[in-house]
């Protein structure tokens, strides 16, 4: 009954996929032969949802003739249930590869659908950051210039309050805060030293970039 339930559920779903794909080649958002590979699909989930009902329905006849001594064809209906398992397999099998699977690890920091939206050629899913190659600027004034150095231990606080241990890993040299173009003519020009900071332990906070900072010297 398990395996007849799961067939059913496979069943559905393959038949929504296959629905789903025939919209999105009516809007040029899916090739022919995507269409074709989960029509395949579909077609196999029938069939082997029509082979386990097949062989229920032979198993509660066979169920009847075995105290009449019907050994040899209980035998025959293992061998078959047996192979319609296999059936199943390579057909779950197929189906998986409908999943979208990453090898990256990262921090999911946006995600740009629902659940159960159609998703069209090219369409962005969500947006992933990798917390350990993540880099900060940092705007030293000249006064810590003792303390921009390479190695040098620092905190970061975030806007939410939240801090994280970093350290210096470059220091680029001596820039201005604000270009040219956005200084008042009046206004004295200010520069500052450059240094950019990578994450030593995990972070948990999101983080988005362009995300204003506060660096402390430990």
């Keep these: 009954m398990e395996l007849l339930r799961f067939a059913q559920e496979q ?3 393959t038949y929504h996929r296959m629905r789903q794909y025939e919209q999105l080649f009516a809007q040029s958002a899916a090739t022919q032969a995507e269409i074709a590979t ?3 699909q579909h077609r196999l989930a029938l069939e082997n949802l029509a082979a386990l009902k097949k062989a229920e329905r032979i198993e509660s006849e066979k169920v009847a003739r075995m105290q009449q001594g019907a050994a040899p064809e209980i035998r025959q209906l293992t061998s078959q249930l047996n192979q319609l398992s296999l059936e199943f397999e390579k057909i779950n099998d197929q189906l998986q590869q409908l999943n979208l699977i990453t090898a990256a690890t990262g921090l999911i920091t946006e995600i740009y659908v ?3 939206e159609y998703l ?3 369409q962005a899913l969500l947006e992933m950051i990798f917390p350990e190659k993540v880099m900060i600027d940092a705007f030293i004034p000249p006064k810590y210039q003792d303390l921009a150095e390479v190695g ?3 905190r970061v606080k975030f806007p939410n309050g939240d801090t994280a241990k970093a350290r210096i890993v470059a220091v680029p040299g001596v820039m201005q805060k604000t270009s040219a173009a956005e200084i008042n003519p009046l206004e004295v020009v200010r520069s500052a030293i450059l240094a950019q900071l990578e994450f030593v332990d995990q972070v948990n906070t999101r983080l988005i970039n362009g995300m204003p900072v506060t660096v402390y010297f430990d």
Excluded: E, K, N
Aim: charged share 25%.
């Design 11 to 13: 069943r559905d779903f």
């Design 38 to 40: 989960i029509r395949s």
């Design 114 to 116: 629902q659940p159960g």
């Design 120 to 122: 069209g050629r090219g």
């Design 152 to 154: 040098q231990a620092v």
